[in-house]
């Protein structure tokens, strides 16, 4: 069960990421969109699960790769963004959200 401060925290983390990618990813990922999907914060808010979607990418397993290795600046501009409302900048892990190609997938499946 997730607390009700962890349900904020992760609200926030979310809303600043979304923005800090939105500025950031052009300069490393190019013409890739970048979406926070769901962020997952442990009891203590000191890590954050961040799923992320990534459209329109060939390989959004390389494209993930290259957001793992900016996470230190991604995590860098979270704290410069959030230094008022938290005392600890959580440290980011970033796993790709892939539900939307598995909708996609199954409604295939359902058409034929």
Do not use: W
């Not at 329109?56 to 290795?69: G, N, V």
Request: charged share 25%; aromatic share 6%.
């Amino acid at each position: 069960m997730e607390t009700t401060r962890q349900k904020k925290v992760a609200r926030l983390i979310q809303k600043e990421l979304s923005i800090i990618l939105q500025k950031e990813a052009p300069g490393f990922l190019g013409n890739i969109m970048v979406s926070v999907t769901i962020v997952r914060m442990s009891p203590d808010l000191a890590n954050a699960n961040i799923f992320v979607s990534i459209f329109p990418a060939t390989d959004p397993a390389e494209a993930l790769k290259l957001i793992k290795e900016y996470s230190g600046l991604i995590r860098k501009r979270l704290g410069e963004s959030v230094r008022h409302q938290l005392r600890i900048v959580p440290i980011l892990e970033f796993f790709l959200d892939d539900s939307a190609a598995y909708a996609e997938e199954i409604e295939n499946l359902l058409k034929k």
